[in-house]
């Protein structure tokens, strides 16, 4: 019996429409990357388990595919050398784009001229249970500079992601916070070491209300004075100044905290500057993977479908620490292209362009037309238009069948008639009209 062909779970096959759409979003953030400097890297599908490991948290390791050695590698082990899995296994896919990078600065940072640029689009593999919108095999898109503290890198990544989307025509609000301030808050109320509870307390406020984050930061260990001192961090409202003036006099007895404030004040002070169009607003619920970044977080949402959050980054002050390259900060963010992908499903977004990779096909109907065609088709090729014929004669109406069903915008018609009049009969497959014109023209009429 033959075999039923799959695919491993968490995978996932993409239609030639579906790939003219995807390519269509990561050339469109990718020209925006280069627009502002950042130049093109790549690093192997797999590093050495000992440059993954210990870098993701216990979660993480758990996560991550191990690759065996070459196929008869074990032929020749004893049975106590099989079960030494570290003899089997040295290498793993990549988790994420950034730690292959922080292992790619390091080990050339003499080639290298700091500050660094680079963008990079490859696939990662994280051994998750798949389930909608999670796969075990996803592309990131992420943007990073390093080797500078600027904040003029947090302003033109605020540009980026305005840029992008609306490049995109999805409309979104930038939510930012400044893990700085997030320390303050902590530090201010006397608990500097429930940095975490705080901010995950804070997250909820959203969804559960103050009382119920109140009850929340008293089940975790909270007495009623520090609680009762952050009540203006929790109904913090207003516009960004407003909520940098209330920051200021809560967080007057933290260093680290003001530090934040102005940072997040100079970025704001640039964005309304050079009049950004963008939402974007400070939110002190935003956390993110807080053990990573040491500045500025930001995350993205769109406005018109609901999802979560479809771009995020911020800043890290010792990422090639890890591998023995110390105080090198940099600053990234990272676009979800599968959520990005969904909502501009969702939303209508994409060009009518991308169901088709082909604009005009002709019709093959036998062989004086046959060969004018072919040399009509160069012309057409030349002049930049994707064009094609139908491989053999046969019946019209599975011609013009075949046509629709590849959703192929123009049919070219050369019969005997057009052959004599050195005219084709061009027929648009969307509204049905039909129009004769002369070969000479015929790359102007399908552009």
């Known amino acids: 019996m033959a075999q039923k062909p799959s695919i491993p779970k968490g995978t996932r096959d993409f239609s030639p429409v579906e790939m003219m759409r995807r390519n269509y979003i990561f050339d469109t953030i990718k020209s925006v990357f280069r627009l502002y400097g950042f130049a093109p890297l790549e690093t192997p599908s797999m590093e050495n388990l000992s440059t993954l490991l210990g870098k993701y948290g216990e979660e993480g390791d758990k996560l991550l595919f191990k690759i065996l050695n070459s196929g008869d590698y074990a032929a020749n082990l004893s049975d106590e050398e099989v079960r030494q899995a570290s003899k089997i296994s040295e ?20 080639e290298i001229t700091f500050p660094f640029k680079r963008y990079q689009v490859q696939p990662v593999w994280r051994a998750d249970r798949p389930q909608k919108g999670r796969y075990r095999e996803f592309y990131q ?70 009382d119920n984050v109140k009850a929340e930061l008293r089940e975790r260990g909270l007495e009623e004075a520090a609680i009762e001192k952050l009540q203006p961090i929790l109904e913090l409202q207003g516009t960004n100044a407003e909520k940098i003036a209330t920051l200021r006099t809560v967080l007057a007895g933290s260093e680290t905290g003001l530090l934040g404030v102005d940072e997040m004040e100079t970025v704001f002070n640039h964005v309304e500057a050079l009049e950004i169009d963008l939402l974007v607003e400070l939110d002190l619920s935003l956390a993110r993977g807080l053990n990573y970044y040491t500045g500025a977080i930001f995350e993205v949402k769109a406005l018109d479908y609901q999802i979560g959050s479809i771009s995020g980054g911020g800043r890290y002050d010792n990422l090639t620490g890890i591998f023995g390259l110390q ?27 991308l169901n088709s990779s082909t604009r005009a096909i002709f019709l093959n109907l036998g062989d004086d037309a046959e060969k004018v065609s072919l040399k009509l088709l160069r012309e057409l090729r030349a002049e930049g238009l994707a ?56 790359a102007e009429m399908l552009k």
């Open 141 to 210: 898109c992420d943007v990073d500079v390093i080797g500078t503290k600027s904040l003029l890198c947090e302003v033109e990544l605020v540009e980026i992601v305005e840029r992008v989307f609306k490049a995109l025509g999805i409309r979104v609000a930038l939510k930012m916070n400044n893990r700085k301030i997030l320390y303050g808050i902590a530090e201010v109320i006397g608990h500097a070491d429930k940095m975490m509870d705080i901010t995950v307390a804070i997250d909820k406020l959203d969804k559960i209300g103050l």
């Open 387 to 442: 064009a094609e014929i139908y491989p053999e004669p046969a019946k019209m109406k599975k011609q013009m069948e075949y046509a629709n069903r590849r959703q192929i915008p123009f049919v070219v018609i050369i019969g005997t008639e057009e052959l004599q009049m050195e005219m084709a009969t061009i027929k648009n497959m969307v509204s049905g009209e039909q129009q004769k014109v002369a070969f000479s023209r015929l």
């Open 91 to 110: 290498k793993g896919l990549r988790y994420d784009l950034t730690v292959p990078f922080a292992r790619y600065v390091v080990q050339h940072q003499n």
């Open 327 to 353: 105080n090198v900060s940099g600053v990234g963010i990272s676009f979800g292209a599968d959520r990005i992908y969904d909502v501009m499903l969702g939303c209508g977004l994409f060009p009518e362009e």
